[in-house]
């Protein structure tokens, strides 16, 4: 799970000679999905970006993907979501139509405030960075995001942009100023909920009885009787064995953490490392999300209940109901963002699914198969959308080689902020109309990933305090 990086930001790293000799299939696919560079007149000198070629990519919302001979419609559960697996990826599954536009609404505005700061989370690349300009504006809150979401609802409102009449899209103009008043926003990248993750170890922190020096000693690190320690994933080092393997180590993989946030590390930038078993110390992966990811794979319980004999073959194993939501990532991705190619390894949990839901603008995604030889298969992701990792997918190599800025916007009740204004109205009982053009105009100029995982094995658990049956 690589944050997600901008072209322009990864350019400034060199692109190491290893990257370069990397001919995968993989590799390949993940340079045609990228954003393609289309020369705007004909001496070549000025070029656009624009969405790729999607000819040969599964749009599960095309009528003909149900005749595509790669996928397979399970079931239409109630509410009228589909249930799609596809051929040769077993424990793959994806949701047409998931979360209503409404509940879109309520889970951006979520994955914008609240997931991004305390009690969820003390890490995000804001808090790392120290880009966030609460910190000189003396905010308690820790992480940081709060004054990050009311400094651009304050900048929204003295330059007047959550007016207009206009219900359907934004003028030119305005919408210009408002991707202006955001400009911090997009400077947000990611958000680990939950487990803490570290992304220089790529492995969770768990809490151990007995004291360590070594590791409490350190500035600022972790609190008497904590450590970082392993969770004990049979493949928690595969990633960089393969990459050594293969001559490239972890190059996609490093150059994009690198060049998303340089030297990093909680204990580096003296950052408390908080223990991983919620709730003692007060992180937590939502509740709701929980029940969400629980929902979802109940349907595909459902679904592979009534799975067409010819078929069975490729039935995942039986979904575990118990599903223990441990760990989130909610991932921003501004317009020209990608994410490289990865296995999510590090959880011990890895024979749990993991669940993940789409916001805003659509993406390609990637689904490959247990290393970069194997073809991926592209798949085209839209907002309110879920797809589920499980059994031998759950290992499969993935990533996001480009976000679709023409070619799969969000339901269009998403673009008028009047109507993201109604949502909004009825949680609060107030008139909120910045925040709603601003998380209208965030649905439909970037893509917000949200998912959950289990991250620790039964025994692990066994005993743990604050552990959910
Ligand atoms: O953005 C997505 O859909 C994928 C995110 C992902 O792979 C991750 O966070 O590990
Ligand atoms: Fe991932």
Known sequence: MPPPTCSKEANRYKVSHLEERDDTAYRRAEKQYRRQRVPVNKRRTRFVRRDPDLAHAIDFAK???????????????????????????????????????????????????????????????????????????????????????????????????????????????????????????????????????????????????????EETGRGGGLREGETVRDTGGPHATKRDEEGDAQGTPSSVHSRVRNSHEGKVGAEEVGLPERAAFPPSDGL??????????????????????????????????????????????????PPESSMGGHVDDAEGATSVPLVSF????????????????????????????????????????????????????????????????????????????AEARMLSHYLTSSRLNFNVRQVWRRELCEGAEGLRP
Not at 310 to 317: I, P, R, V
């Open 358 to 433: 789409s916001l805003g603008l659509g993406c390609i995604f990637l689904l490959g198969g247990k290393d970069k030889k194997v073809a991926p298969v592209p798949l085209v992701f839209r907002s309110g959308d879920c797809m589920v990792m499980a059994g031998e997918a759950r290992l499969a190599f993935h990533g996001v080689p480009c976000i679709l800025e023409e070619s799969a916007g969000p339901d269009p009740a998403l673009g008028q902020w009047t109507r993201v204004a109604a949502v909004l109205r009825e949680d609060d009982g107030a008139s909120r109309a």
């Open 63 to 213: 009528r003909g993907s149900r005749m595509d001979q790669r996928v397979l419609l399970l079931e239409t559960v109630k509410g009228g979501r589909e249930i799609y697996s596809v051929r040769d990826r077993p424990g793959f599954y994806y949701i047409r139509g998931a979360l209503t536009w409404q509940a879109q609404v309520r889970w951006a505005r979520r994955c914008l405030t609240e997931f991004s700061r305390s009690p969820f989370t003390n890490i995000t690349n804001h808090t790392r960075l120290a880009l966030c300009p609460a910190r000189d504006m003396g905010c308690p809150d820790q992480s940081g995001q709060e004054a990050l979401w009311d400094a651009a609802v304050r900048r929204v409102e003295s330059e007047g942009l959550e007016g207009g009449d206009e219900e359907d899209g934004e003028e030119k103009r305005t919408a210009q100023a408002l991707q202006q008043a955001l400009q911090d926003l997009y400077a947000l990248r990611w958000a680990n909920l939950g487990a803490n993750y570290i992304w220089t170890t790529r492995k969770y922190a768990v809490p151990v009885k007995e004291a360590v020096k």
């Open 284 to 333: 937590s992966v939502p509740q709701a999300l929980t029940d969400l990811a629980r929902e979802v794979l109940d349907d595909i319980a459902h679904a592979e209940s009534h799975r067409p004999c010819a078929s069975k073959g490729e039935q995942a194993f039986p979904l575990p109901m118990n599903f223990c939501g441990e760990a989130g990532i909610v991932n921003y991705y």
